[in-house]
């Protein structure tokens, strides 16, 4: 406000200056003009025209100076009044702030003074209420601290009183004890562990009863797929003669004949294993090839392939196929020779050609490292010789006892046992129902139905477990027979041990009085634990518990 009051007064001063500038100017035109008229006649009206033009100017000028100025002092005059309004309306806004704050602040203030004072409130009645139940829970306390003592010395007094009832117990048990001690003539301890051991002997019995119920009743379902699956699996899968039964090698003549073999980009070694159906292995063994394959006929068919390759020298897949087929042909001729040859040996005649060159395919099968076309005409004979003695038809014997195990041949090809399979081959091609029998029964997949099949399985046994038809040392073979009877004479109520059958039995015979029959039971399958912890055999051992009970007396 003092600078805009500062530029009015000074506006206004000037306007004061331009004034008496211009009365001074007029003032000094008059004195001019009255000395020119007095020196100068017509000049001083030339010279009064031209000053008064110029006073004209000036004062035009004057007043337009002037009219500026006082715009600019109408406009600075607005602009105070602006201010002064804008002050004002500030100065009001400022009020109204002001007192809007002190409101809310009024409020704010009042809001929390009603909030502490309603806390406080609830804080009281709650300190009220906790010195309530404080009160309560002393009462209830102090009820129940009487009551427990009320309870205590009740308890005190029955404790007493059971005390005494104690003693007096005490004193008839012991009164009867040694009465009870005095009519049986035995002292406490012993009555008791008389009790003890037959309640042992009781359950032991009972056990072994249950036991022997739980093994009969499963028995009859799981014994014949145990043995199918067993067999399957053994036929399939030659365990621990693999290596030896599922690889043939082939000797060369140099390392050099291996690159020959493989050929450019492998051509020669793809096409020898596509036409043969066999892996060809060429490692760094030296001077070797090794021919791996389950199917024996399809190792051998490769092996004759490959030598006659190496000594004909000309290598290629066309060359391949063409030795390959004269490999095959030369294999069928083997089998058929073989096939006859048995036959022959064995005097079989009338055979279907399937069933013959299945029995020629045994040529190249083996068992536990024991060739079952050997195997085969073993158990032919053997059956004859034992067929011959009962008086029975011999030659139907050794043709059950031959083809027994032509399901061997094809095992590996189709589902199920080797026995069965070979009673499904026999049958269909015509042989007679009891030659039929003797080879599906052999391994008791099927029911016996005549003498001839138990033969056959006697036969079969004997073939395979007498000592040395499956590589097995004579001392190793003795050394197992009398571990068996060792293991088996070691049981309590054991009489005697007997290993038969090759050891793949071992009879046991006990004392009556001392085992039953259902402890029996219970002993066969201790005996068969043991055996299983201590021994290592092929296949599997028989356990059979024999108890006898013998009344003799004499007539005098």
């Not at 009603?114 to 406080?120: G, Q, V």
């Not at 066969?524 to 296949?539: D, N, Q, T, V």
């Amino acid at each position: 406000m003092s600078d805009i009051t500062d530029f009015l007064l000074t506006t206004a001063a000037c306007c004061m200056g331009a004034a008496s500038a211009y009365g001074f100017a007029r003032s000094k035109y008059q004195a001019l003009v009255t000395e020119e008229v007095k020196l100068r006649g017509g000049e001083i009206e030339k010279a009064r025209a031209e000053e008064r033009a110029k006073l004209d100017e000036a004062g035009q000028a004057a007043q337009r100076s002037l009219e500026e100025v006082r715009k600019e002092a109408v406009e600075l005059r607005r602009q105070a009044e602006d201010a002064r309004r804008d002050v004002e309306n500030v100065r009001k806004e400022a009020t109204i702030e002001a007192r809007e704050a002190i409101h809310t602040a009024r409020e704010e203030a009042r809001r929390v003074v009603l909030e502490a004072e309603w806390s406080i409130q609830q804080r009281e009645e709650r300190a009220a209420r906790a010195e309530q139940s404080t009160v309560d829970k002393d009462a209830l306390v102090a009820s129940r601290e009487a009551e427990l003592r009320a309870r205590e010395e009740s308890f005190r007094a029955r404790e007493a009183a059971h005390e005494a009832l104690r003693g007096e117990a005490a004193k008839l048990v012991d009164e009867q004890r040694a009465r009870l001690e005095a009519i049986a003539g035995l002292s406490g301890e012993t009555a008791r562990k008389q009790i003890l051991e037959r309640a042992l002997d009781e359950t032991r019995k009972d056990l072994a009863r249950e036991t022997r119920e739980i093994e009969e009743s499963a028995r009859a379902e799981a014994e014949k797929r145990a043995k199918r699956i067993i067999g399957i699996a053994i036929q399939r899968y030659a365990g621990e003669h693999v290596q030896d039964r599922a690889v043939t090698t082939v000797h060369l003549a140099s390392d050099d004949m291996k690159g020959r073999i493989i050929g450019r980009e492998g051509r020669n070694i793809r096409a020898l294993q596509e036409a043969c159906g066999v892996d060809f292995i060429v490692d760094d063994t030296p001077e070797t090839i090794v021919i791996s394959g389950f199917d024996p006929l399809r190792r051998e068919v490769a092996r004759i392939s490959v030598e006659r390759l190496i000594q004909d020298g000309r290598i290629h897949p066309s060359r391949i196929e063409e030795v390959v087929g004269q490999a095959q042909s030369e294999v069928e001729r083997g089998v058929a020779d073989a096939a006859e040859q048995a036959l022959l040996e064995l005097g079989v005649t009338r055979v279907h050609p399937e069933i013959s060159r299945l029995v020629g395919k045994l040529r190249y099968r083996y068992s536990y490292a024991q060739n079952v076309l050997k195997h085969s005409i073993e158990t032919g004979y053997l059956a004859g010789l034992m067929a011959s003695e009962l008086g029975l038809n011999e030659k139907q014997a050794r043709r059950a006892g031959l083809l027994h195990d032509i399901g061997k041949a094809v095992s590996h090809e189709q589902e199920g046992g080797h026995a069965v399979i070979g009673g499904q081959i026999a049958r269909k091609y015509g042989e007679d129902p009891i030659v039929v029998n003797g080879i599906a029964c052999h391994h008791d997949d099927e029911p016996t139905t005549s003498v001839i099949g138990h033969l056959v399985t006697a036969a079969d046994a004997l073939s395979g477990g007498r000592p040395g038809a499956r590589r097995e040392m004579l001392e190793g073979y003795v050394s197992r027979l009398q571990d068996l009877e060792r293991i088996s004479t070691k049981f309590a109520g054991v009489e005697r041990a007997f290993a038969i059958q090759a050891g793949r039995e071992v009879r046991v015979m006990v004392e009556p009085g001392e085992v039953s029959d259902a402890e029996a039971a219970l002993l066969a399958r201790e005996i068969s634990r043991r055996i299983e912890e201590e021994l290592s055999y092929p296949g599997q051992i028989r356990v059979t518990v024999v108890r006898e009970t013998r009344a003799v007396d004499y007539a005098k």
